[in-house]
């Protein structure tokens, strides 16, 4: 079964760090490019960050670019999210998604999320 | 960034009824546009891409068209699982991703 598992969330403080993991089974996860999505309480969904199958490309939202940093880890399967200088607008639930590394560049697959609070 | 405008932003249908749901992109963005539903405390799920081409295991009741600016969504005939929230997102400038707002179907 293709799957993907969240993890690392909680509650921190503002100007705090975390970091999310993502655990990929199922897939020949290097042959996928990886994205985090996140969203606030209530609200929709924004896209935070890219990560190409090899890393040669990542990406950022200019909302978290200079704070966050995506990674990747294909021996193990597993995709991070580092989170810096943690803003109460960050808290949401964080969703890993995988995209085929060619065109067509569509979510097919999401992770169930993890919840990251930032609250003092 | 390319902005996505979906319309209605909630809905009320009853079972059986046949719904449209309207997205609408800042620029033209070929078929690239994907359709998702999400239900309260699960993650989306991806219904249609290319604007018109039915996710594997999604039923046919779910159908989507459009080309460039304008989209939709259409659910032929609801069913009582169909109750959700849909996006739809723009994949044109990958990997720089935008959804709509979405759409909240409920039950009338």
């Known amino acids: 079964e293709v799957q993907l598992v969240e993890s690392g969330g909680g509650l921190v403080k503002p100007g705090g760090s975390l970091r999310l993991s993502c655990a990929a089974s199922?897939?020949?996860?290097?042959?996928?490019?990886m994205n985090w999505v996140r969203q606030a309480p209530g609200k929709g969904l924004e896209w935070v960050s890219s990560?190409?199958?090899?890393?040669?490309?990542?990406y950022y939202a200019d909302s978290v670019k200079g704070r966050f940093t995506i990674s990747r880890d294909n021996a193990k399967n597993s995709l991070y999210l580092q989170m810096n200088s943690l803003r109460a607008e960050d808290t949401a639930v964080y969703y890993c998604a995988r995209v085929l590394d060619s065109d067509p560049y569509y979510m097919d697959v999401w992770g169930k999320g993890t919840t990251v609070t930032v609250s003092s | 960034a390319i902005r996505m405008t979906q319309s209605p932003s909630s809905l009320s249908a009853s079972t059986g009824d046949r719904v449209t749901i309207t997205c609408r992109a800042s620029?033209?963005?070929?078929?690239?546009l994907a359709w998702y539903q999400q239900k309260p405390g699960k993650a989306p799920k991806l219904l249609i891409y290319?604007?018109?081409t039915l996710q594997s295991g999604v039923p046919s009741r779910f159908s989507g068209s459009g080309s460039g600016t304008d989209f939709t969504l259409t659910i032929s005939c609801l069913q009582s699982e169909d109750f959700a929230t849909y996006y739809c997102?723009?994949?044109?400038?990958?990997?720089?991703?935008?959804f709509g707002q979405g759409t909240k179907l409920e039950i009338k």
């Open positions: 620029q033209g963005i070929s078929s690239y």
């Open positions: 199922g897939f020949t996860f290097s042959s996928y490019s």
């Open positions: 990560i190409s199958s090899s890393s040669s490309y990542i």
């Open positions: 997102q723009q994949y044109y400038s990958y990997p720089r991703y935008t």
């Open positions: 290319a604007a018109s």
